[in-house]
């Protein structure tokens, strides 16, 4: 029976990375610490009263979740909400939604559902038949971001935290870099600085490594749903989850050290890629050109989106979901407890724009 390195009783992990055992409370802690660290860095508390996190029934999201209530719930002041971005990918966690709902309500947060059939005028499993075989997460993360963006905005929120992890942001790090894509490397989230229409995204799991959120949720007894979303396996996100395993398996703390890098560059990057004043697109979300990727995507698929035919590129902000982030498949408009934001008459179908 392994001891916990600070207590002496059962230990129920390693972490290689600092070569301590932890029992299940000082694991807790662990996370917990770092948790709140990341809050403390990346929110304004004082200027952010009213904080959404993006939940889709995963462990990722739903730790987010109940961390973020942890830490914040004892304010007044401070208002929480959950945000459930539904693609519309059938047999995809079709409880994940329902997960979602549950863990708000045990949590006594408002809880919304948007939906990509309402706000994109297609489901992912539509988008993905008139792909063909090109991977459909190119443009799911787009439309999520602004599904997710036009949500929080619409309730109210000064912020929006997702489930990102240490796993998530290190391969973001790296597939950025390696693709000579700098730009967006200085874009990357927590966003501290607040442009009109654009949502702050903070992570506060971005330094806990994923293996350990899944731990935490499971010590919690969260109820998370731990499928995976059907197009997952053609995600490019999944050759450098590949490589930084395995550099970490043979250098434990790799994934830390690729995060420690980017933030010591982050504010050169940041000077040298200063914020542009943002526009307003005809949907309502702001963007650098006057003219949204959502908008530019969806009329892609208007005009060239048929079964077989090829789609010309886009940027590929692929994010791999699995057991995490990924939002629900089955809308539950009727799931007791859950909002549906009400339709946006900016976001008509595709079809009728
Ligand atoms: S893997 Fe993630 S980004 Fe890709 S289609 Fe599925 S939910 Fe969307
Ligand atoms: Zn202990
Ligand atoms: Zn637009």
């Known amino acids: 029976m392994v001891q916990c390195s600070k207590c002496g009783r059962t230990a129920v992990t390693y972490i290689r990375y600092n070569g301590s055992h932890l029992c299940s409370a000082h694991f807790q802690e662990y996370v917990e610490r770092r948790v709140k660290k990341e809050l403390r860095g990346q929110l304004d508390i004082d200027k952010s009263k009213h904080i959404a996190v993006a939940v889709s029934g995963g462990k990722d999201s739903c730790v987010a979740l109940l961390l973020v209530h942890d830490i914040l719930s004892q ?12 693609e519309g990918i059938a047999g995809y966690r079709p409880g994940a939604l329902e997960k979602a709902m549950r863990l708000s309500a045990d949590l006594g947060i408002e809880h ?3 939906s990509f059939r309402e706000r994109v005028g297609r489901t992912m499993d539509d988008i993905s038949a008139e792909l063909g075989h090109r991977t459909p997460c190119a443009y799911c993360g787009v439309f999520r971001r602004q599904c997710m963006n036009d949500a929080a905005r619409r309730i109210g929120a000064q912020a929006l935290a997702t489930g990102h992890n240490l796993d998530d942001v290190a ?11 700098v730009e967006r490397l200085a874009r990357m989230g927590p966003h501290l600085k607040v442009q009109p229409g654009l949502i702050p995204r903070i992570l506060p799991l971005r330094s806990v490594p994923e293996k350990e959120a899944y731990l935490y949720a499971l010590l919690r007894g969260i109820d998370f749903e731990d499928s995976t979303c059907p197009y997952w396996e053609a995600a490019m996100r999944n050759e450098y989850r590949d490589i930084i395993d395995g550099m970490e398996a043979r250098s434990p703390g790799t994934k830390h050290s690729i995060l420690a890098s980017y933030d010591a560059l982050r504010p050169l990057l940041q000077e040298k890629y200063p914020q542009t004043a943002l526009r307003l697109c005809g949907c309502g979300e702001p963007s650098p050109s006057g003219r949204c990727m959502a908008c530019v995507m969806r009329e892609e698929l208007l005009l060239n989106g048929r079964p077989g035919q090829k789609v010309p590129s886009a940027a590929d902000p692929s994010r791999r979901h ?10 539950s408009r009727t799931s007791p407890g859950a909002r549906v934001l009400p339709s946006c008459s900016r976001y008509g179908r595709a079809e009728e724009r």
Do not use: E
Not at 76 to 83: E, H, K, L, Q
């Open 75 to 86: 304010r007044r002041d401070v208002t929480i909400s959950a945000i459930t971005v539904d």
């Open 112 to 114: 919304h559902v948007v």
């Open 171 to 181: 391969q973001a790090i790296l597939m950025n870099f390696t693709r000579g894509d």
């Open 322 to 331: 699995r057991g995490g982030r990924s939002q629900g498949s089955r809308p």
